[in-house]
């Protein structure tokens, strides 16, 4: 084959091969290097055999087949594989040249990688690629962020691969400077946990709670699916709930109740510790996933923990209908979290986020894309600077609207013993978000008595802090104050 490659990739595990076999659909010639050759060997005469891809065994064969600037996307596990591979890079690459990252990579080392990559007169590319392997091949939503001057050597063919909105619009476009794109990444996959959660939370009261079969679930989540709810988590859940196997039993019956996770929702818990944003919903997802998989220590307290006996007596079309809006109005707390998390790390690491471009970015090719976040692009486009989904008109009335059933759904769960962590935390962060005064004031009383780390009063500024010697022993030495 002649000529250079318009950009290279290295990692051919199954993400890697879809994306390369979906850049050269597009047209691209695309050159690939893999650690283990044989991989290199067994994907150019298998599924690459006949199309526009060259297939390198070394660093240096890769960087002699690519075109200035070269361009090579990095897809191995995160964490030391990737900075191995960059470190490879650097030594075949020039400058100007562009690395990328395109791994579920934490953002504070793709951060690191960035200041190093641009230290040696290079570009870096940190992206959240996501989709899965389906979207890897036929169209993900991509997410980057680094150097701005990499953006539009690497925009043709990002912008080509990626999925499209109904109207055409790529899932693609510049989030911001060095970390801001795994950082939205990584925020995308905590929603994600929520979504999946909450979606959990709703079946279990279905199947335990309203006694519903599988095929009486499967025909809800069509119906929601065909409605404002309307989303591929909502989808394949529909599509599970209607799956049996060839001796036609339900497949989800089969299935252990244990969850597994890869990180990315417990870096979205901690990155909202450290900025001190309320992730109340997410938070909740990951620790229920952690509380699966203690699976043996719940089924011992099982038989000695007791609870609430006995079924659900009401309408049971009703309350399905109440877990629909339930399930909506916690999915808009969901996502009101994860874009406040997003604006305090804007403002922390001076990214210019496009949050109405975000959206757009996330509707279509990753797993949370839904017709939901074209009513959050819209809120953003009209209102750059919202503080919060809550606060726009659409959403304030969808809330306002689902308020009532979503009460419900809660009490009746406490009523029945079923636990619903997200569900319920979302509408708990509802009503502290819209309640003007919370009982902090005792809680900063308490500090102030025990390690006199002072307050500040409703009658004086803000910003001017104050102490009591409550005791009569403590005297007028004070602690720091904190803001987080």
Same mark, same amino acid.
Request: with cysteine; net charge positive.
């Given at each position: 084959m002649?000529?250079k490659?318009?950009i290279g990739l290295v990692?051919?595990?199954?993400m890697g091969?879809?994306l390369?076999l979906?850049?050269e659909?597009?047209?691209?010639?695309?050159?690939?290097y893999n650690?283990?050759?044989s991989?290199?060997?067994?994907f150019?005469?298998?599924?690459?055999?006949?199309?526009?891809?060259i297939?390198?065994h070394?660093?240096?064969?890769?960087?002699a087949?690519? %075109?200035k600037?070269?361009?090579?996307?990095?897809?191995v596990?995160a964490?030391?594989?990737v900075?191995?591979?960059?470190?490879?890079l650097?030594?075949v690459f020039e400058p100007g040249? &562009?690395?990328?990252?395109g791994?579920?990579?934490?953002?504070?080392?793709t951060m690191?990688r960035?200041?190093?990559?641009?230290?040696?007169?290079?570009l870096?590319?940190?992206?959240?690629?996501s989709?899965?392997e389906?979207?890897?091949?036929l169209?993900?939503? &991509?997410?980057p962020?680094?150097?701005?001057?990499?953006?539009?050597?690497?925009?043709p063919?990002f912008?080509?691969i990626?999925?499209?909105t109904a109207?055409?619009d790529?899932c693609c476009d510049?989030?911001?400077?060095?970390?801001?794109?795994?950082f939205?990444?990584m925020?995308?996959?905590?929603?994600e946990?929520?979504?999946m959660q909450?979606?959990? #939370?709703?079946y279990?009261?279905?199947?335990?709670?309203?006694g519903?079969?599988?095929e009486e679930?499967h025909?809800?989540?069509t #119906? *929601?699916?065909?409605?404002e709810?309307?989303?591929?988590?909502?989808e394949?859940?529909?599509?599970?709930?209607g799956?049996?196997?060839?001796?036609?039993?339900a497949?989800?019956d089969l &299935?252990?109740?244990?969850?597994?996770?890869?990180g990315t929702?417990k870096?979205?818990?901690?990155a909202a510790?450290?900025?001190?944003?309320?992730?109340t919903?997410?938070s909740?997802?990951?620790?229920?996933r952690c509380?699966?998989?203690?699976k043996d #220590?719940?089924v011992a307290?099982?038989?000695?923990l007791?609870g609430p006996?006995?079924a659900y007596?009401g309408?049971?079309?009703?309350?399905?209908n109440?877990?629909?809006?339930?399930?909506?109005? %916690?999915?808009i707390v969901?996502?009101a979290q994860g874009?406040?998390l997003?604006r305090?790390?804007a403002k922390?690491?001076?990214?210019n986020?496009n949050y109405?471009?975000?959206?757009?970015i *996330?509707?279509?090719?990753?797993i949370?894309?839904?017709?939901f976040l074209g009513?959050?692009?819209?809120?953003f486009v009209?209102?750059p600077g919202?503080?919060?989904?809550?606060?726009?008109?659409f959403?304030?009335?969808?809330?306002g609207?689902a308020?009532t059933?979503?009460?419900?759904?809660?009490?009746?769960?406490?009523?029945?013993?079923?636990?619903?962590?997200s569900?319920s935390?979302?509408l708990?962060?509802?009503?502290g978000?819209?309640?003007?005064?919370?009982?902090?004031?005792?809680?900063?009383a308490?500090r102030?008595?025990?390690?006199?780390?002072t307050?500040e009063?409703?009658?004086?500024?803000?910003g001017?802090?104050f102490?009591?010697?409550?005791?009569?022993r403590?005297?007028t030495?004070?602690a720091?104050?904190?803001?987080?």
């Amino acid at each position: 084959m002649s000529g250079k490659a318009d950009i290279g990739l290295v990692g051919l595990a199954v993400m890697g091969e879809n994306l390369v076999l979906n850049m050269e659909s597009k047209g691209f010639t695309v050159a690939c290097y893999n650690r283990t050759t044989s991989k290199v060997d067994e994907f150019v005469n298998g599924r690459a055999k006949g199309k526009k891809i060259i297939g390198c065994h070394s660093p240096e064969e890769l960087a002699a087949n690519l %075109a200035k600037p070269r361009k090579a996307m990095i897809m191995v596990q995160a964490g030391g594989a990737v900075d191995a591979v960059i470190e490879q890079l650097l030594g075949v690459f020039e400058p100007g040249d &562009i690395i990328i990252d395109g791994g579920n990579s934490h953002f504070p080392d793709t951060m690191r990688r960035a200041q190093l990559v641009e230290g040696k007169g290079l570009l870096y590319i940190g992206t959240g690629v996501s989709g899965g392997e389906e979207g890897a091949l036929l169209g993900p939503a &991509i997410m980057p962020g680094g150097s701005p001057a990499a953006w539009p050597h690497v925009k043709p063919i990002f912008q080509a691969i990626c999925a499209k909105t109904a109207e055409g619009d790529p899932c693609c476009d510049w989030v911001g400077e060095n970390g801001a794109g795994h950082f939205v990444k990584m925020v995308h996959n905590g929603i994600e946990y929520g979504d999946m959660q909450m979606i959990c #939370e709703t079946y279990q009261m279905m199947k335990y709670g309203l006694g519903m079969s599988n095929e009486e679930m499967h025909k809800v989540f069509t #119906e *929601w699916n065909d409605a404002e709810l309307n989303s591929y988590l909502i989808e394949i859940s529909r599509d599970i709930l209607g799956y049996k196997d060839e001796q036609g039993n339900a497949v989800v019956d089969l &299935i252990l109740d244990t969850a597994g996770q890869k990180g990315t929702g417990k870096w979205t818990v901690l990155a909202a510790l450290d900025a001190g944003q309320p992730l109340t919903l997410i938070s909740e997802a990951v620790f229920a996933r952690c509380l699966s998989a203690i699976k043996d #220590e719940r089924v011992a307290a099982s038989t000695v923990l007791k609870g609430p006996k006995g079924a659900y007596r009401g309408d049971k079309a009703k309350m399905v209908n109440d877990l629909r809006k339930a399930l909506y109005a %916690a999915k808009i707390v969901s996502y009101a979290q994860g874009y406040q998390l997003m604006r305090a790390a804007a403002k922390e690491y001076k990214w210019n986020l496009n949050y109405g471009g975000i959206a757009l970015i *996330w509707r279509g090719g990753c797993i949370i894309r839904s017709a939901f976040l074209g009513k959050i692009k819209a809120a953003f486009v009209k209102n750059p600077g919202l503080n919060n989904l809550l606060l726009d008109p659409f959403f304030k009335k969808a809330t306002g609207q689902a308020q009532t059933s979503w009460r419900r759904v809660v009490a009746t769960a406490v009523r029945l013993g079923i636990p619903m962590p997200s569900i319920s935390s979302a509408l708990a962060y509802y009503d502290g978000y819209r309640c003007a005064r919370l009982p902090a004031n005792l809680l900063q009383a308490q500090r102030d008595y025990f390690g006199a780390h002072t307050y500040e009063r409703v009658d004086q500024p803000r910003g001017q802090f104050f102490h009591t010697n409550w005791t009569g022993r403590g005297g007028t030495t004070t602690a720091s104050t904190y803001t987080r």
